[in-house]
């Protein structure tokens, strides 16, 4: 394998979300001819690729992601030769690109559903996981669906129930049958053949199930108090996460490796045992090339959760993690992670500690659009949801709204520059002051990138976690005699680091990190860091915390 191959160790994928990034037909929608308008913002970044989130066509019922059709370009966000017009210039500039791919489940408008929902015989029969009801009537077994209620919808032309992990309209393929497989890895190779340099794949811990159906057991209750999803009440030892899905995985590499340079990152949920899953998904060359898990993004961002981060990324180094702070499913870090939650509202110095640590994790790193610009969760009155997530769960679930709002590019102009016609999602009154012409944040991202793609420590290195005392976490991360030190200070005061470990430190301004220094201690600002090059290091700073 060639470094050229192995581009996505330690890259920073640039992650789009087509409907909200810009809108170049005023229909209120992005679209593909709006990315393309907007890449050299990406590219300028420093990013290695981005990562497009559905565009296919669909029937919108969770916005993309349930596929009615997996080889054509859905004509909301533009035509095919706008998808090559796209992968054309992101090329030009340098970036590859990676595309969803949604193999778990599909629309209930797909042609494969729409045969086999039609009856029991025939060549799509067994292509979607159906079963006979009880019989008292009542569904198959106990499985819940993410969204809310049972994961099981009755069809009456079949008589059957028919499984759906997310909403009812997107019901889930039947991965253990390899006529399934050959179609969905047939409508992968279509988009390598076009240019694609990969793909990042949907809730892989949902593509294979218990063939034998078995009723999942309940899971004590958290806190002693009634989720408002009910899906946290059962241990998925059935419904999901089953020992089948690496053989599908397997399948996966094995169409990639035909395409040298290809890569696909994986989404893995946060159920227990995730970054377990991460590194056994990951390792080898048989599965896939890097995953990150959901579980970080569900916990918090105070000191013993990063500390036991560290430890987790500590405990074995086999398998690629990429990691993220945010998503298009999740509140925005910079609101749900910050020490006064929203009520903090923007506040720069914290969006540049997220900024540092996620860059500075051993692993490939995935930013969310509008991640670099500092965007806080938008705050949406019920009338503008449009997520069916949050609509049924609201005001106890707001929904992924919050997190899907057009990005802001000029902040004088009408909804920003996203659209000159009314956004599907309303552009924050508060986003506007961190639009892309206006943000200070942007230039640190791009400061910081370029030193980190200089560094082959920081893009390839182990990471040694560091035993420090709260505020402060850091690591020292190490790659063939090349060392960089990492200071985080957690805190909204100024503290102090210890610094005597380190007799030989050379601090690294140049990513935009200089804290004041007094003899062997550093000052770390409120939401500060430090990095610094260090070539001799007293051996009991380098052990595991």
């Given at each position: ?108 408008q797909h042609r494969w559903f729409r045969e ?41 032309r079949r008589r059957q129930y028919y499984l ?382």
């Amino acid at each position: 394998m060639t470094l050229t191959d192995d581009w996505w160790r330690g890259a920073v994928i640039y992650q789009i979300y087509p409907r909200s990034f810009c809108d170049s037909n005023g229909d209120g929608i992005g679209d593909l001819p709006g990315i393309t308008a907007k890449l050299d913002h990406v590219a300028d970044l420093g990013v290695d690729a981005i990562w497009l989130c559905p565009f296919f066509v669909s029937p919108q019922a969770d916005f993309g992601y349930d596929v009615a059709d997996h080889l054509a370009v859905d004509p909301r966000f533009g035509t095919l030769a706008d998808f090559d017009a796209l992968v054309a210039r992101a090329h030009a500039l340098g970036l590859k690109v990676l595309i969803d791919q949604v193999w778990s489940h599909t629309s209930e408008q797909h042609r494969w559903f729409r045969e086999s929902r039609a009856r029991r015989q025939g060549s799509f029969a067994d292509w979607y996981v159906w079963a006979d009801p009880r019989p008292d009537g009542t569904p198959p077994n106990n499985w819940l669906s993410v969204f809310g209620g049972a994961a099981w919808a009755w069809e009456p032309r079949r008589r059957q129930y028919y499984l759906h992990h997310f909403l009812r309209e997107q019901p889930a393929l039947n991965l253990h049958n390899p006529d399934v497989v050959d179609a969905i890895l047939a409508g992968g190779e279509f988009w390598l053949e076009r240019g694609v340099d990969g793909f990042r794949l949907d809730a892989i811990d949902f593509m294979t199930h218990d063939r034998l159906l078995r009723p999942n057991p309940p899971a004590p209750v958290r806190h002693g108090e009634m989720p408002a999803k009910l899906f946290g009440l059962q241990r998925h030892d059935h419904d999901m996460m089953q020992p089948e899905t690496p053989g599908v995985l397997a399948r996966v590499r094995r169409l990639l490796d035909r395409y040298p340079g290809t890569a696909a990152v994986g989404e893995i949920s946060s159920q227990p045992g995730a970054f377990e899953r991460v590194r056994r998904l990951t390792s080898g060359d048989r599965h896939l090339h890097m995953a990150y898990t959901l579980r970080p993004l569900r916990g918090g961002f105070d000191h013993a959760t990063l500390r036991g981060l560290l430890d987790e990324l500590a405990a074995g180094e086999d398998g690629w993690p990429c990691w993220s702070f945010s998503n298009h499913d999740v509140e925005r870090a910079a609101s749900r992670w910050h020490p006064r939650g929203r009520a903090a509202g923007h506040d720069p110095a914290f969006a540049r500690l997220l900024m540092a640590v996620l860059l500075s994790l051993r692993g490939s790193v995935s930013v969310y659009q509008g991640e670099e610009l500092g965007l806080t969760e938008a705050e949406l009155a019920f009338a503008d949801l449009r997520d069916p997530f949050g609509i049924a769960f609201y005001p106890e679930f707001r929904g992924r709204d919050g997190s899907r709002t057009p990005m802001p590019w000029e902040g004088a102009a009408p909804h920003a520059g996203f659209s000159a016609g009314t956004p599907w999602l309303p552009v924050p009154p508060a986003h506007r002051a961190l639009a892309a012409d206006r943000s200070a944040l942007r230039g640190d991202w791009g400061r910081f990138l370029a030193w980190r793609r200089g560094s082959a420590a920081m893009r390839r290195g182990r990471l040694i976690p560091l035993d420090l005392p709260a505020p402060l976490i850091g690591f020292v991360r190490e790659w063939q005699g090349e060392r960089v030190l990492a200071l985080f200070n957690l805190a909204e005061a100024e503290t102090p680091a210890d610094l005597g470990a380190f007799p030989d430190l050379r601090p690294l301004p140049e990513t935009g990190f200089a804290p004041p220094r007094e003899g062997d201690t550093a000052r770390l600002p409120p939401f500060g860091a430090l990095f610094a090059a260090v070539e001799t290091v007293e051996r009991r700073a380098l052990q595991p915390a």
